[in-house]
């Protein structure tokens, strides 16, 4: 029994699984370096005032669409080519983004490289979890992707500290070498078996993103995937970016920080993640432990807008929940990796995490537009309601998947 258990932990801590870890590491530290680094790298660029904000939102944007944009082409590619190869592809196309970016003089420079990194990044994830959930036994695979997310997801505090003690173009420069040096770990990773023998069989049609919208139920699958992990990236894109202007409207009697709010967030994020994971091996039940973790967030989202006139550090301790609260996101991309056959699946986990991601565009745009007619709070506290409550319905919606078999073909004409 006890060599038994420890194969089985000897199989978590595999390259492959280390490895998907350290490029989601490398993944995590370039997402959020531009929301730590907006303000010093935009007043460089000459802006000030309000056009830290709504040139902050374009940016983001920009790369959130190159997201939405990479994550159709990785997940097709992933399915048709290999879980292997996207992974190689996203992080030499976002590590050479990174260190342009380091040398841009101008916005629409700045602008267009954050689009291609965008491209770039939205690959790292869904490889990365297809992989691991295919090679893992399904006892396992929740542990697998908790140690993806865990360590991924530390790379927003190593990016708050390069940030903090360099120039905001030297960040993205080390963003840049830390993914080309990653690259040369990744030779003696195997693809996956699943993806393998996918390939030895006849007729068996890969990648097929349009088939997500051909028939009602895999849609729907589909569709709900998708909307259980907004309220997650509600919290990062709207109220941890702009914390520093919340701050000010809230009453926090000293000034706070997005760099610090970013990195708080996301260290609640890593003990989230894994607590997440261990949750639903512990219940057997990805859905009841994504339950749990969205009643968490509905109680940190209220906290943050409760704390009238707090510390910066009670601030920061709301930030710290807030991303605890959000440590679902490895067992979401599981759930969503899970729903679907092992020809569409690349295409699904790669694309569900990105879309949920772009969906910081319209929810940007939604809180821009409602803040000039209900205020900065309220408009926030609107988008996020919206957001909650689609999540709640979603999750609702979906099936079961911690003992189901990942072994088949999803069957579309």
Same mark, same amino acid.
């Given at each position: ?19 998907? =870890? ?99 990044? @939205? ?21 697998? !992707?908790?140690?993806?997310?865990? &360590? ?18 030297? =960040?993205?420069?080390?963003?840049? &070498? ?6 040369? !770990? ?24 349009? @088939? ?57 994020l890593i003990f989230g993640d894994f607590s997440s994971g261990v949750l639903s091996q512990i219940l057997k039940s990805r859905k009841k432990a994504i339950l749990i973790f969205m009643l968490m967030n509905l109680a940190g989202i209220t906290l943050y807008f409760l704390q009238k006139n707090q510390s910066p550090a009670f601030f920061y301790g709301v930030c710290t929940f807030l991303g605890f609260?959000?440590?679902?996101? =490895? ?32 929810? !940007? ?16 506290? @609107? ?6 409550? @689609? ?23």
């Amino acid at each position: 029994m006890k060599t038994h258990h420890s194969a089985n932990f000897r199989q978590i801590f595999s390259l492959p699984v280390i490895v998907a =870890a350290l490029g989601y590491f490398v993944d995590i530290y370039d997402l959020v370096l531009f929301s730590i680094v907006r303000v010093p790298s935009l007043k460089s660029l000459g802006f000030s005032g309000q056009g830290l904000i709504d040139n902050g939102v374009f940016l983001l944007n920009m790369q959130m669409a190159g997201m939405l944009a990479g994550g159709i082409l990785w997940g097709i590619l992933g399915d048709r080519k290999g879980r292997l190869t996207i992974m190689f592809a996203s992080i030499f196309i976002y590590s050479l983004a990174n260190l342009a970016n380091g040398m841009a003089t101008s916005l629409p420079a700045y602008a267009g490289l954050r689009f291609i990194a965008g491209i770039g990044l @939205a690959g790292e994830l869904g490889a990365g979890i297809t992989l691991v959930s295919e090679i893992l036994h399904r006892s396992l695979r929740g542990y697998g !992707t908790m140690l993806v997310a865990s &360590v991924g997801v530390s790379g927003a505090i190593l990016a708050n500290l390069v940030a903090s003690t360099f120039d905001w173009r030297t =960040a993205f420069v080390i963003g840049g &070498v830390l993914g080309l040096l990653l690259l040369v !770990t990744r030779i003696r990773v195997a693809e996956s078996g699943m993806f393998r023998a996918m390939g030895e069989q006849a007729g068996v049609r890969k990648g097929n993103f349009l @088939a997500l919208f051909t028939g009602r139920q895999r849609f729907r699958r589909y569709l709900n995937s998708i909307m259980i992990g907004i309220p997650i990236w509600f919290v990062v894109g709207i109220l941890i970016t702009f914390s520093p202007e919340f701050a000010i409207s809230l009453g926090i009697s000293g000034p706070v920080s997005a760099g610090n709010g970013v990195m708080f967030c996301y260290l609640g994020l890593i003990f989230g993640d894994f607590s997440s994971g261990v949750l639903s091996q512990i219940l057997k039940s990805r859905k009841k432990a994504i339950l749990i973790f969205m009643l968490m967030n509905l109680a940190g989202i209220t906290l943050y807008f409760l704390q009238k006139n707090q510390s910066p550090a009670f601030f920061y301790g709301v930030c710290t929940f807030l991303g605890f609260a959000g440590g679902y996101w =490895a067992i979401f991309v599981t759930v969503a990796a899970e729903q679907f056959g092992t020809n569409l699946r690349a295409t699904v986990a790669t694309t569900v995490p990105n879309f949920v991601r772009g969906m910081v565009v319209p929810i !940007t745009l939604l809180f821009q537009l409602g803040r000039n007619y209900l205020g900065l709070e309220s408009s926030a506290l @609107a988008v996020g309601g919206v957001c909650l409550a @689609a999540a709640f319905i979603a999750l609702a919606g979906l099936e079961e998947t911690f003992h189901k078999d990942l072994d088949y073909f999803e069957e579309y004409l």
